[in-house]
Structure formats: structure tokens, C-alpha cells
Nanobody, 125 residues
Framework: QVQFIESGGGLVQAGGSLRLSCAAS????????AAWFRQAPGKEREFVAR????????SYADSVKDRFTISRDNAKKTVYLQMNRLQVEDTAVYYC??????????????????WGQGTQVTVSS
């Protein structure tokens, strides 16, 4: 299992932007799909975006479509999430994970033991 270290979170006003990074520790990620998830206070972890191993296939949750962009740099072993036009509802801890299967990674939210510390994103009104 690939372990990631998330960074780039912070406090931003509604309408602003942040870029999150997710750096893999140790092994290469080029054989894995990757995805971002988030968990808001009092809510379950939810899918945000996913990307296949070479970046050719992407998909997003409806709530972030047209505002967020997932990308990856396999040479740097890093996955990114560019977040634009942030809304208060985007406030959450953001996590990333990897999976050998692009199609099943979307169901990773409830899997135990695969999550790092995440990075906090707080959007103020």
C-alpha cells in the first residue's frame, strides 16, 4: 500500500484557491490510480476526485466538478488537487490514497488503515 503525506491546506476566504499536494513516501506511484477524499466535522469521509495511473482518466464528485482539478506527477511521486472558487462547504480534512484499480478506488472511503494525517482546509465566509 502506498502511503502519502498530504500538505497545502490552510485558511482561505470563500471564492479563493488552494493547491493541495500528496507526496508518496518510498515507492513509486506510477502503477496506481490515486484519489482525494475529504471528511468534514461530523460527517463521513467522501470521495472528491480520482485519476488513473497515467493521468488519462479523471472523475470528480458533483459538488466539486468545474472547480477542482486533480493531476499527478509520477516522476515526483506526487498527486495534486487544485481547488478554485472554494466554498464554506468545502471545509474538511483532505486525504489522498492509491489503489491498483481506478474503478474501485472511488469506494475507498470506508477502508481502514490506509489514511495519512490529511491536511485541513478551512473556508471562511
Amino acid at each position: 500500500q502506498v502511503q502519502f503525506i498530504e500538505s497545502g491546506g490552510g485558511l482561505v476566504q470563500a471564492g479563493g484557491s488552494l493547491r493541495l499536494s500528496c507526496a508518496a513516501s518510498g515507492r513509486t506511484i506510477s502503477n496506481y490510480a490515486a484519489a482525494w477524499f475529504r471528511q468534514a466535522p461530523g460527517k463521513e469521509r467522501e470521495f472528491v476526485a480520482r485519476i488513473n495511473k497515467n493521468g488519462g482518466f479523471l472523475s470528480y464528485a458533483d459538488s466539486v466538478k468545474d472547480r477542482f482539478t486533480i493531476s499527478r506527477d509520477n516522476a515526483k511521486k506526487t498527486v495534486y488537487l487544485q481547488m478554485n472558487r472554494l466554498q464554506v462547504e468545502d471545509t474538511a480534512v483532505y486525504y489522498c490514497t492509491a489503489d491498483g484499480d481506478y474503478y474501485s478506488i472511488i469506494r475507498a472511503a470506508s477502508r481502514p488503515g490506509i489514511w495519512g494525517q490529511g491536511t485541513q482546509v478551512t473556508v471562511s465566509s
